[in-house]
């Protein structure tokens, strides 16, 4: 039974935009830092954009 209702190719692609985000967007904000991203059903439905709003959002955050 697929994970949280999702395919392998849903798995993946959400994968590798969180994995692109991070790169484009945060490495150089948030520095060496595991980070563990819990994508939830819905989160499979976002845009890129969505993704990198919550993402963006969560640094500033962390940053103070």
Do not use: C
């Not at 980070?35 to 103070?64: K, N």
């Amino acid at each position: 039974m697929p994970r949280l209702g999702q395919t392998a190719v849903a798995r993946n692609r959400l994968r590798r935009r969180l994995k692109e985000l991070w790169r484009r967007e945060l490495q150089h904000r948030v520095g060496l830092l595991d980070v563990v991203i819990r994508a939830g059903r819905t989160t499979y439905r976002a845009s890129f954009a969505e993704l990198r709003a919550d993402l963006v959002g969560w640094a500033e955050r962390q940053a103070g």
